[in-house]
């Protein structure tokens, strides 16, 4: 069993910064690809960031791309999405995700049913 708590959200300016936190329970985490989604009212969850195993592999959505960086330490068992450049369309609940299936990625990472594993959301304000 897999537990992702995430923590950072807030209210935040536009232009401004934030960095979310994905804490992982397991032994295993170091072997999972982990992903960022994010849901905004009225919208359907999106994908925003994925990551392998190692690190060393990464995808973006084009909307956040450039802006944001998705990283993970795993000696920390611990998944990151530096926020930068913020803007109000970026405002929603920002999820966490894990496929315990897999540390490489794929194409498919960016879709939902890849990941078995979710956290329960962290807001993300981001005022005009």
């Known amino acids: 069993q897999v537990q992702l708590v995430e923590s950072g959200g807030g209210l935040v300016q536009a232009g401004g910064s934030l960095r979310l936190s994905c804490a992982a329970s397991g032994r295993t985490f170091s072997s999972y690809a982990m992903g960022w989604f994010r849901q905004a009212p009225g919208n359907e969850r999106e994908f925003v960031a994925a990551i392998n195993w190692s690190g060393g592999s990464t995808y973006y959505a084009d909307s956040v791309k450039g802006r944001f960086t998705i990283s993970r330490d795993t000696a920390k068992n611990t998944v990151y999405l530096q926020m930068n450049s913020l803007k109000p369309e970026d405002t929603a609940v920002y999820y966490c995700?894990?496929?315990?299936?897999?540390?490489?990625?794929?194409?498919?990472?960016?879709?939902?049913?890849?990941?078995?594993?979710w956290g329960q959301g962290t807001q993300v304000t981001v005022s005009s």
């Open positions: 995700a894990a496929d315990s299936s897999s540390g490489r990625l794929r194409p498919t990472h960016i879709e939902i049913y890849e990941y078995d594993y």
